[in-house]
Each structure stands twice: as structure tokens, then as C-alpha cells.
């Protein structure tokens, strides 16, 4: 079956643009998260959906960064007047549940390059 | 606050050797452990989990895991490694309440055939 989906897979804008990254989970997965990877933070987590709810939020770096999902489906990771150290690469997981053992399954990420 | 700590940045190992990879977290509640291998070019995938019971537990491709709690260890076993098993492995941890996964910072294998 599909796995999770991101677009774009790669992203370069100029500093100070505004980026939007798109997730598409897996079908009937009710939780989904954000996370970016990048060379200096490792894998950080960003922010959680459970359904169209965000129980958890604490990863954003800064009021730049904002996030929404409609539908319990779709989810768009937004980064206004990007930096330089935005730079990473943003991945999306989404699982069955958010409680317990439920694995969480991995897209291939978006690279994003700001120059 | 939780944090996860893998013992080695880049481990290098000739096919056949047997690996251990280390991994200890910080937390002291109800936690369920996972270890994540990324191959060059692809996604994240889960190798195993554990949440109680046998604290030894099997995962794919011969991997195994122990749990060790009185340690916080939750450290990552392949009795013969393969050139194919060359990849970025993260332990991570999360709450069993909660969403989020913590990650650490990730062991580099390199298995020379």
C-alpha cells in the first residue's frame, strides 16, 4: 500500500520567502507528525496531530513556524521569512494512534535549501 | 526533560563481525523504545520496538534488542553483519502517553565487505 507522501522532495528559496511543505499519510492514520533533520540537531521533533488537533506543539522553533491539518488527513508545514537556519531536511510520520507501541512510518522527506 | 544518548557516531565493522550498538535514555516513567535504520537514499524504517515483556526482543533482519532497565539501556545487537546492513541507525523514545519520539543522535555503520 501507499506509503507516506511528501511534496516537494526538494526545496531551494532565497532567505526571507515563505515555504510550504505538504504531507499526505498514510490512509487511516489518525496521528501524524512533523520532524526535520539536519546535520548539527540530529532528528528533532517539531509537532503532533491527533486527528485536526495539535496536543503537542512544542518543537517549533519559532512563531515562524506553523502547522495545520484538515480532514484528519493532509498536513501542510508552513515557515514564513525563512533563515538560513532552516535549512534541513523536514520529514512527516503518521501512525495509527499516538498512544503506545504504534509505529510511526516515515516519507522520504522534504531537503529544503535556503540561500 | 527526556533525552536519548547513542554511544558511538560511526562504528566501521568487516562483514561477518558481530555489532553492538549502545543506546541509554533518560526518563523515569512508562516509556516504549524503538530503533529506526535509515539506508543510504531512503526513508526512516522501524527495525524493532519494545514495550514490556521479554526484554529481549527480535526485529527484522536479524537484529535483536535488549532492554535493560535498571540501566536505561536499550542497546541494539546483530550477531553477523552484511555490506547491506551499511545505513544510519537512531534509537528513539517515547512516552507511552504521548506522541512524540525522541531521537538520538544516530549511529553511522559502515560494514566493509
Known amino acids: 500500500g501507499a506509503g507516506v507522501s511528501q511534496s516537494p522532495s526538494n526545496k531551494v528559496t532565497e532567505k526571507g520567502k515563505d515555504v510550504e511543505l505538504r504531507c499526505d499519510p498514510i490512509?487511516?492514520?489518525?496521528?501524524l507528525y512533523w520532524y526535520r533533520q539536519s546535520l548539527g540537531q540530529g532528528l528533532e521533533f517539531l509537532i503532533y496531530?491527533?486527528?485536526?488537533?495539535?496536543?503537542?506543539k512544542s518543537g517549533l522553533p519559532s512563531d515562524r513556524f506553523s502547522a495545520e491539518r484538515t480532514g484528519g488527513s493532509v498536513s501542510t508545514l508552513t515557515i514564513q521569512r525563512t533563515q538560513q537556519e532552516d535549512s534541513a531536511v523536514y520529514l512527516c510520520?503518521?501512525?495509527?494512534?499516538?498512544?503506545?507501541?504504534?509505529?510511526?512510518?516515515f516519507g522520504d522527506g522534504t531537503r529544503l535549501s535556503i540561500l | 526533560a527526556q533525552s536519548v544518548s547513542q554511544h558511538n557516531h560511526h562504528v566501521i565493522l568487516s562483514e561477518a563481525a558481530s555489532l553492538e550498538l549502545g543506546c541509554n535514555y533518560s526518563?523515569?516513567?512508562?516509556?516504549?523504545l524503538f530503533w529506526y535504520v535509515q539506508y543510504p537514499g531512503q526513508h526512516l524504517q522501524l527495525l524493532l520496538k519494545?514495550?514490556?515483556?521479554?526484554?529481549l526482543v527480535k526485529g527484522i533482519k536479524g537484529f535483536e534488542a535488549e532492554f535493560i532497565k535498571s540501566k536505561f539501556s536499550f542497546n541494539l545487537r546483530k550477531p553477523s553483519v552484511q555490506w547491506s546492513d551499511t545505513a544510519e541507525y537512531f534509537c528513539?523514545?517515547?512516552?507511552?502517553?504521548?506522541?512524540?519520539?525522541?531521537f538520538g543522535q544516530g549511529t553511522e555503520l559502515s560494514v566493509k565487505p
Open positions: 510520520a503518521s501512525s495509527a494512534g499516538a498512544v503506545g507501541l504504534q509505529p510511526q512510518h
Open positions: 490512509s487511516g492514520h489518525t496521528a
Open positions: 496531530f491527533q486527528g485536526n488537533s495539535a496536543p503537542d
Open positions: 526518563y523515569g516513567g512508562t516509556v516504549n
Open positions: 519494545y514495550f514490556s515483556g521479554d526484554p
Open positions: 528513539a523514545v517515547k512516552e507511552n502517553q504521548g506522541g512524540k519520539l525522541i
